[in-house]
């Protein structure tokens, strides 16, 4: 069982930046990659960015590309996702979600998410 935990989510003006992080625990070990998605009530979860464990590949989801920035800290088991000119249409609730196998854009690829953490952005 892989545990995983988000935060730096929070209210931010249009234009602004935030970092939000996901640690894992428990199995970290077993991750092959992770993942954030992002979900707006009444809307299905879509991809913002996927990163591998070992080999760090990234893919960016159209949403990400241009401003946002996914990375790892491997020795603290944590992923990150670097948010930058943030505007309205990104609030939602961030996801991060981890499983076994490659990056993937697809959420039932992994096996593994968090609570979520808010983003919102006012101008």
């Known amino acids: 069982q892989v545990q995983l935990a988000e935060s730096g989510g929070g209210l931010v003006e249009a234009g602004d930046s935030l970092e939000l992080s996901c640690e894992a625990s428990?199995?970290?070990?077993?991750?092959?990659?992770m993942a954030w998605f992002r979900q707006t009530p009444g809307k299905e979860r879509a991809f913002v960015a996927s990163?591998?464990?070992?080999?760090?590949?990234?893919w960016l989801g159209d949403s990400a590309k241009g401003r946002f920035a996914i990375s790892k800290d491997s020795a603290k088991n944590t992923m990150y996702l670097q948010m930058n000119n943030l505007k309205p249409d990104d609030t939602t609730v961030y996801y991060c979600?981890?499983?076994?196998?490659?990056?993937?854009?697809?959420?039932?690829?992994?096996?593994?998410w968090g609570q979520g953490t808010q983003v919102t952005v006012w101008t």
């Open positions: 990163i591998s464990w070992s080999g760090g590949n990234t």
């Open positions: 979600e981890a499983g076994a196998g490659g990056i993937n854009a697809t959420p039932s690829a992994y096996a593994y």
């Open positions: 428990g199995r970290p070990s077993s991750v092959g990659a």
